[in-house]
C-alpha cells in the first residue's frame, strides 16, 4: 500500500519511544539495527546483517563502565536477516550461541537488507493479534546519514511499506510517513546522556505552506533543546 493508498482521516502519532517507555503497556516495539553508527540513544529504545556487526562492535562504547561481552550479552537481537554478506562469522557465532535466529536471505537480490527485514516483521505483525487502539513502531536505528544511496534507499521503504508504522532514527533526528489526512503529533518523552540531552517542546510553522491556517499550528509545536 503507498502513501497515497490511506484513506484521508485523522491520525495519531505519539512519540513515546523516544523516551524508552510505551504509554501503552500491551504496545511493544520492533527494533531494527541498520548497518551505520548507532544513535547515542540507541540503548533507550533497545536486524539488519550488518547491523548485528554494529551491534557488536559500537554499542559497549554506550557504557564505558561496563565490560564489552557484559554488555554484548544483555543487548542480544531476537533475529538477524539479510543476504548475511556483510555479517563477520564471529558476530554470527555469537549471537546464534545465545539464541538469535538468523535467517539468510541472499537469494533475493532485488530487495535491500532493509525491505527484508521490514518484510519478515510485516509478516511477524499480521501474526501477533493488537488492540487497535495499540501504537507500536518498527523503530529503524542508523536510518538517516551515511551515503546518500543508502538514505534514499530508506525513504524508499518508507513508502513501499506505508501501511507500517516505520520510523527512521538518526542521531538527532526521526522521519515518519504521515498518511493523506489530519495528522495530530503528541511529542511524549525525554532522552538524556551525560553531555547529551534533548526534550520536545515547541516549534515554529518554519516551512509550512504560507496559507496554512494558524489553528493548524498548536499542533505541530515541538522542538529539540539541547
Not at 502519532?13 to 523516544?18: A, S
Not at 518508507?158 to 522521519?175: E, K, N, Q, R, T
Not at 495528522?183 to 517542546?201: E, M, T
Request: one cysteine or more.
Amino acid at each position: 500500500m503507498g502513501a497515497d493508498d490511506h484513506p484521508p482521516g485523522e491520525y495519531l502519532h505519539v512519540t513515546d519511544f523516544m523516551s524508552g517507555h510505551s504509554t501503552e503497556d500491551n504496545c511493544k516495539h520492533f527494533l531494527v539495527v541498520l548497518n551505520y553508527n548507532l544513535p547515542k540513544f540507541t540503548p533507550s529504545v533497545w536486524s539488519r546483517d550488518g547491523g548485528a556487526n554494529r551491534l557488536f562492535d559500537d554499542l559497549p562504547g554506550h557504557f564505558p563502565n561496563e565490560s564489552a561481552d557484559a554488555v554484548r550479552k544483555r543487548f542480544v537481537p531476537d533475529v538477524i536477516v539479510g543476504d548475511l554478506d556483510s555479517l563477520r562469522p564471529d558476530v554470527r557465532a555469537f549471537y546464534a550461541a545465545r539464541g538469535s535466529v538468523v535467517i539468510d536471505k541472499a537469494s533475493d537480490q532485488d530487495t535491500t537488507d532493509l525491505h527484508k527485514c521490514i518484510a519478515f516483521l510485516e509478516d511477524k505483525l499480521d501474526s501477533e493479534p493488537r488492540s487497535s487502539l495499540c501504537q507500536s513502531k518498527i523503530l529503524i536505528v542508523g536510518g538517516l546519514g551515511g551515503r546518500v544511496d543508502h538514505e534514499f534507499g530508506n525513504y524508499n521503504v518508507l513508502h513501499i511499506f506505508a501501511s507500517l508504522p516505520l520510523v527512521l532514527l538518526g542521531d538527532s533526528a526521526f522521519v515518519q510517513l504521515l498518511p493523506r489526512g489530519t495528522n495530530r503529533i503528541i511529542p511524549v518523552g525525554l532522552l538524556s546522556r551525560p553531555h547529551y540531552q534533548f526534550s520536545i517542546s515547541y516549534v515554529s510553522h518554519h516551512g509550512l505552506p504560507l496559507l496554512a491556517p494558524s489553528s493548524l499550528l498548536p499542533e505541530f509545536e515541538f522542538a529539540f533543546n539541547a
